[in-house]
């Protein structure tokens, strides 16, 4: 079982800035990609960024160049620097990780966090 812990949302002006950190614990499992989404109110859920193992990233074309996310994979933690805030990134962000456990047959999952809101309004 993978546990994971979000921290650094908050409300925030147009142009500022945020860090959010999702922090993943548990045993018995390795960790691949992990990510940020969000939801809007009314929307569905949409990728914002992603990162493998080897530091490969993904972003959605709506904040490329705006945000950066990175990984510690010695604290198995994600984290997304948001700069240069919109009102349209307003939204509740989640956590995703994907993993692999170690028992045999290895079984894939994935786990999301329980969100953290970000709100851009000045």
């Known amino acids: 079982q993978v546990q994971l812990v979000e921290s650094g949302g908050g409300l925030v002006q147009p142009g500022g800035s945020l860090r959010l950190s999702c922090a993943a614990s548990g045993s018995g499992f390795t960790i691949y990609t992990m990510g940020w989404y969000r939801q809007a109110p009314g929307n569905q859920r949409e990728l914002v960024a992603a990162i493998g193992t080897g530091g490969s990233t993904t972003y959605a074309d709506s904040v490329k160049g705006r945000f950066t996310i990175s990984r510690d994979n010695a604290k198995n933690t994600v984290y997304l620097q948001m700069d240069s805030l919109k009102r349209e990134d307003t939204a509740a962000y989640y956590c995703?990780?994907?993993?692999?456990?170690?028992?045999?047959?290895?079984?894939?999952?994935?786990?999301w966090g329980q969100g953290t809101q970000v709100t851009v309004s000045s």
């Open positions: 995703n990780v994907h993993v692999m456990s170690w028992q045999r047959p290895a079984v894939s999952a994935d786990y």
